[in-house]
Every structure is written in C-alpha cells, then in structure tokens.
C-alpha cells in the first residue's frame, strides 16, 4: 500500500486539519467531527446536515456552504459517523426550523442516523430524514438491506439545500429531497478495487482484464464480474440498468451526473459522458444539466458512477439556484 | 456475575479484538467493506477505559456504560448493534451480583434489543447466528442449575458453532447481502465477532 498519509490511525484526523486550513468558509470542529458553515446558519432556516463514512471526498464536508449542507459529519473511512456527532451537529446548526438528515442507505448510517433523530426530539429539535437509496445494481427486495444511496446523494442534497436557502419549511425541504431521490437512478462500474488505509491491501481481487459491475461507493461488490470493455459498452450496461428500473420517454429532461470513484481520469469521465449524452439524445432524452467529475469518490478505486435523474422544471429552478461550497459552486 | 467479573469481560474482550483485529477485517473485507476488525478493536478499548470510573456500582451500570461507548465511539451497523445489545443486557441486571439465571435473562434481553434494531432473524448470516445459538445454550445450562462458568462455556462452544454455520448462508441482512449467491462460503464477521465476546466470557468466568 502506497499512501500520502502519516497512519491509518490518524487519517480522519489529519485530513480534517486539512479541510480545516484549506477552507476558511467552513468551522472543522476536529473534537466532535463535525463540519459546519463558518457563517453558522440563518435564523429560521431549515437546516440539511449530512454524513456517512471518509473516503467518498468532497462528499460530505465539501458540499458545506450557502445552498447545500449546514453540517457534515464525517465518519472513519468508510464507517458511519456515530450519534453524538450528528446530534452535535443538529445542535449547532438547528435555526430553530428543524434539521433535515440526509442519509444514505447503508445498514450503519441507517441506524445511527435513527439514533440521532431520537435524540435530537428530545432535545426539542425538529427533524426529517431523507434516505437516499438510488444504486439499482442491488434490488430491493426483502432479501437484501435494500438499495444503496450513491451519486444521488449530490442531488438531493444540491436542491434541498438550494430550497432551504430560500426559506421553505421543513416539510416541504425534506419533500424535495425525497422526490430527487424517487425521481433518481444510478449504477456504477469498478475497474479496480480500492484501498482502505486500515485494511492496507485492495478490498477484493480484479483481475486486470477484469470488471466489477454494479460496484457500491465502498468498493464492496456488485451484480457481477465481467470482461474488460469499451466505454461506450460499459455506458450502454449502466444506462440499461437505469433506465429499465425508470423509463424515460422523449422529450424528458434529466440531471446527469457522471462521477469519477477516485482513481480515473477527467479524461476518461468525459469520454463516458460523450456515450451518455448520445445514447440519451438517441432516445429523445434532453440532458437539461449535467456534472462530469468526482463528487462522490471510493478512495482510490477507478471506476465511474452514472446518475440521471428525470427532473422536473422545480428541480431544474433549485438546481441551479447559487451553490457555494469547496466541492460545488457556482452563480445563478 | 459480579461487577469485578463485568469489569474483567469488557477487558477480555478488548485484549482479544485487538489480537483479532486483522482476521475480523480480512473476513469483512470478503463480503463487507474491510473495517470491522478496526471498529470492534477501537469500540472495546474506549469501552474497557471508560470502566474506570469508579462510580459503577452495579452489572448492570458497568454493562450500561459499556453500551453507550460503543454507540459513542464505533459508528457503522456494529455500533448500535453492539451498543444496543450491552445496554439491553445491563438495564435487565440493575444488581452487584446475578446468578446464571438471572443473566440468562438479560441475555434474552439483548438478543430482542439487537433484533428490532436489526431486523434479522437466524439464518440471516449475521452476529444473531451466533447469539442466539449462544442465549439457548446459555438458558439451557442455568436452568438445569449450572454455574455460572459453565453455562458461559456452553455458550461460547454454541456461538462458535453458529458462527462457523454461517459460511454456507447467503447473506440477507447488512452490506453483505447485496452479494448475493457470492456471499455464500464466507463466514460472516459479525458472528465471528459475537463468537469472541461468548469466548471471553467463558475464559474470564473460568479464571475465577
């Protein structure tokens, strides 16, 4: 294992001193774990806060700041944050609107998230969750823990926050953010494993001529395995699975989100963008919006995730209200 | 079991996570995502030095505390399902000293407290697949009168059954599951996990 790291120990740590001098718009409390706004949140504002475990970088802390997340709680790479943090976390932002979760669904977020919702109404803070589950490589059936929450994860967390900033209640916050998520779909594909830095060696064995279809963002395992292959087929597998489990007929309009796991090109992300784009057009699908980049990485494993999801003309206005944030920003 | 027995479990099981650390995260690493080893030896060693408050005055408080640290300090699913089951089995031990039958009890306790936070039954390759074989066995012994350590050896000898029956399931509860088929042939980490803690309980009561 070759790492820019000091040790597995104390990765958490040291690359919150980073976030912390890198980002002045953000107040990392390295104690609690918990990331916030240094401008603290708006009286009356309902605030987002979300976590999951380190190593999907700039998910969470980096999408802290005006029109997205109040809070992040970041947890040990790839654990979910605990209680405490996120019940420390509600405390701090809570504008006395409520606090919105947004967790992905993973067995650990799951119910620390449920923890923390509890203990935040005791503490007389109002709370809603939004869980995120959009991976259709998993089924969700009563046989497995359900889907998984990936790249949508950005979305949701984009247009909820974008309709917190203009002040709706906290009902209506996490409504949106449940109706992204329903209208969202995602599939992705590892063309190598990953290494946790406490593991110290790849989660699973991929052969070079070898890919893993239907990866989830901790690297842990998909549908299958199968041969190497070309973008376009690959774009072609992921956009199948999707569009299966959601049809999408001419004339809809979707948020695409190609996103790179961490160890693959710029380069190589547009190309399968290129495939996406076309293979929608052919279908009479307009891509109204799109990002091409790493928004929710595995470490470094490469692969890429593919996100659509079909948005409607609210979305699109809340999509592209302004975002400030280190891992997301633009103007209106 | 008495508070200096509860005390000397907690640690036990902090020496043995630590010396398991690697093999718990290489089978996590199979069917899960590689960080139980690490979550179970740094929940156990925060949960073995909070015991040294001195303010302990009960099994069940010392049990009590070592739940709300796990909670406190593991995250992922093995944090409030290890949390929740030591505080389920400390809240039904409010006493400086509980007799087999009694414990046999707050096993049960625990076993119902991680089973409606989980959701999964036996079978589900899980830590349940171990616990429960365990929690029976341990009943069993008590109530045909056993010591106490003997119905803890019972036990550990029924969860370390369980936890080997876990390598031909297919996994139908946590991360796992979304391996399928291709979780079968795998021993599941959170029965291996609760194997140990069965372990340690019967090493300690049988050094007394």
Same mark, same amino acid.
């Given at each position: 294992m070759?790492?820019?790291?000091?040790?597995p120990?104390t990765?958490?740590?040291?690359?919150?001193?980073?976030?912390?001098?890198?980002?002045?718009?953000?107040r990392?409390d390295?104690?609690s774990?918990?990331?916030?706004r240094?401008a603290?949140?708006?009286?009356?504002?309902v605030?987002l806060?979300?976590?999951?475990?380190?190593g999907?970088?700039?998910?969470?802390?980096?999408?802290?700041?005006t029109?997205?997340?109040?809070?992040?709680?970041?947890?040990?790479?790839?654990?979910?944050?605990?209680?405490?943090?996120?019940?420390?976390?509600?405390?701090?932002?809570?504008?006395?609107?409520?606090?919105?979760?947004?967790v992905?669904?993973?067995?650990?977020?799951?119910?620390?998230?449920?923890m923390?919702?509890?203990?935040?109404?005791?503490?007389?803070?109002?709370?809603?969750?939004?869980l995120?589950?959009?991976?259709?490589?998993?089924?969700?059936?009563?046989w497995?823990?359900?889907r998984r929450?990936?790249g949508?994860?950005?979305?949701?967390e984009?247009?909820?926050?974008?309709?917190?900033?203009?002040?709706?209640?906290l009902?209506?916050?996490?409504?949106?953010?449940?109706?992204?998520?329903?209208?969202?779909?995602?599939?992705?594909?590892?063309?190598?494993?990953?290494?946790?830095?406490?593991?110290?060696?790849?989660?699973?064995d991929?052969?070079?001529?070898?890919?893993?279809?239907?990866?989830?963002?901790?690297?842990?395992p998909?549908?299958r395995?199968?041969?190497?292959?070309?973008?376009r087929?690959?774009?072609?597998?992921?956009?199948?699975?999707?569009?299966?489990?959601?049809p999408m007929s001419?004339?809809?309009?979707?948020i695409?989100l190609?996103?790179?796991?961490?160890?693959?090109?710029?380069l190589?992300?547009?190309?399968?963008?290129?495939?996406?784009a076309?293979?929608?057009?052919?279908?009479g699908?307009?891509v109204?919006?799109?990002?091409v980049?790493?928004?929710?990485?595995?470490?470094?494993?490469?692969g890429?995730?593919?996100?659509?999801?079909?948005?409607?003309?609210?979305?699109?206005?809340?999509?592209?209200?302004?975002?400030?944030?280190?891992?997301l920003?633009?103007?209106? | 079991?008495?508070?200096d027995?509860?005390r000397?479990?907690?640690?036990?099981?902090?020496?043995?996570?630590a010396?398991?650390?690697?093999?718990?995260?290489q089978?996590?690493?199979?069917?899960?995502?590689?960080?139980?080893?690490?979550n179970?030896?740094?929940?156990?060693?925060?949960?073995?030095a909070?015991?040294?408050?001195?303010?302990?005055?009960?099994?069940?408080?010392v049990?009590?505390?070592?739940?709300?640290?796990?909670?406190?300090?593991?995250?992922?699913?093995?944090?409030?399902?290890?949390?929740?089951?030591f505080? &389920?089995?400390?809240?039904a031990?409010?006493?400086?000293? =509980?007799?087999?039958?009694?414990? /046999? $009890? +707050?096993? @049960? !306790?625990?076993?119902?407290?991680?089973?409606?936070?989980?959701?999964?039954?036996?079978?589900?390759?899980?830590?349940?697949?171990?616990?429960?074989p &365990?929690?029976a066995?341990?009943?069993?012994?008590?109530? =045909?009168?056993?010591?106490?350590? /003997? $119905? +803890?050896? @019972? !036990?550990?000898?029924?969860?370390?059954?369980?936890?080997?029956?876990?390598?031909?399931?297919?996994?139908?509860?946590?991360?796992?599951s979304?391996l399928?088929?291709?979780?079968?042939?795998?021993?599941?980490?959170?029965?291996?996990?609760?194997?140990l803690?069965?372990? @340690?309980l019967?090493d300690?009561?049988?050094?007394r």
């Open positions: 070759k790492k820019l790291i000091n040790s120990e990765v958490l740590d040291d690359a919150l001193a980073g976030i912390a001098a890198a980002h002045t718009s953000l990392v390295r104690d774990r918990v990331i916030t240094a603290g949140t708006r009286p009356g504002k605030a806060v979300s976590g999951g475990g380190s999907h970088e700039p998910l969470h802390g980096g999408f802290v700041g029109g997205m997340l109040d809070a992040a709680c970041p947890g040990e790479v790839f654990t979910s944050p605990v209680p405490d943090q996120m019940l420390a976390a509600a405390q701090r932002v809570d504008g006395g609107a409520g606090v919105v979760f947004v992905k669904n993973y067995t650990g977020d799951v119910l620390n998230f449920e923390a919702a509890e203990l935040a109404q005791d503490a007389g803070i109002r709370t809603e969750t939004v995120v589950n959009d991976d259709v490589a998993v089924d969700d059936s009563t497995t823990a359900g929450g990936t949508a994860t950005v979305l949701v984009k247009i909820a926050g974008a309709l917190a900033e203009q002040g709706a209640g009902a209506a916050v996490a409504a949106v953010g449940r109706a992204v998520n329903a209208a969202s779909r995602s599939f992705a594909v590892a063309l190598t494993a990953c290494t946790a830095p406490a593991a110290g060696k790849p989660g699973f991929l052969p070079d001529d070898e890919i893993e279809i239907g990866v989830g963002i901790h690297g842990e998909g549908r395995r199968d041969t190497m292959r070309s973008a087929e690959i774009v072609a597998i992921a956009l199948d699975a999707i569009l299966t489990d959601q001419a004339g809809d309009q979707a695409v190609v996103n790179g796991l961490g160890g693959t090109p710029l190589e992300l547009y190309v399968v963008f290129a495939e996406v076309a293979a929608l057009a052919e279908r699908v307009v109204a919006r799109n990002l980049g790493n928004y929710v990485t595995s470490l470094d494993m490469a890429v995730s593919l996100t659509v999801c079909k948005a409607d003309a609210g979305m699109l206005a809340l999509w592209d209200a302004p975002v400030n944030t280190p891992g920003r633009w103007e209106s | 079991m008495d508070i027995l509860a000397a479990w907690v640690q036990a099981i902090a020496a043995v996570m010396g398991e650390r690697d093999r718990l995260t089978l996590d690493s199979a069917i899960g995502d590689a960080d139980h080893g690490v179970m030896q740094r929940g156990f060693a925060a949960a073995a909070a015991l040294d408050d001195d303010g302990l005055k009960t099994v069940g408080a049990l009590v505390k070592v739940g709300s640290t796990l909670i406190s300090s593991v995250g992922g699913a093995s944090g409030p399902l290890y949390g929740s089951t505080r &389920a089995i400390g809240k031990l409010d006493t400086p000293q =509980a007799d087999p039958v009694l414990f /046999a $009890a +707050a096993l @049960a !306790a625990g076993l119902q407290s991680v089973q409606k936070l989980g959701a999964a039954t036996p079978g589900d390759k899980t830590m349940i697949d171990a616990y429960a &365990a929690l066995a341990f009943q069993e012994e008590a109530d =045909a009168g056993a010591e106490f350590a /003997a $119905a +803890a050896r @019972a !036990a550990a000898r029924a969860a370390e059954e369980g936890m080997r029956a876990t390598a031909p399931m297919q996994a139908r509860k946590g991360r796992a979304y399928g088929p291709r979780s079968i042939g795998h021993q599941d980490p959170g029965a291996t996990s609760t194997a803690v069965f372990r @340690a019967a300690t009561a049988a050094r």
